[in-house]
């Protein structure tokens, strides 16, 4: 994995500021943070509330 993140420096480096961007666009600034539909769900104790909004929007389990 070592090689890997040196061989792939740049773009991990692009990946993890554009993560960074979005999270403060979300307008958070801890994790989790997910955004679905611009709505924020902040925190370890919103993921089923993010979960239940994706099945409400048809989210199938697979």
């Avoid at 943070?33 to 611009?38: A, D, H, I, L, R």
Wanted: overall charge negative.
């Amino acid at each position: 994995m070592d090689q890997r993140i040196i061989h792939e420096a740049d773009r991990l480096d692009a990946v993890i500021a554009a993560n960074q961007v979005a999270h403060e666009q979300a307008g958070h600034w801890g994790v989790p943070t997910c955004v679905y539909q611009g709505a924020p769900f902040f925190g370890q104790d919103r993921l089923d509330v993010l979960l239940w909004t994706l099945q409400k929007e048809g989210l199938r389990s697979r």
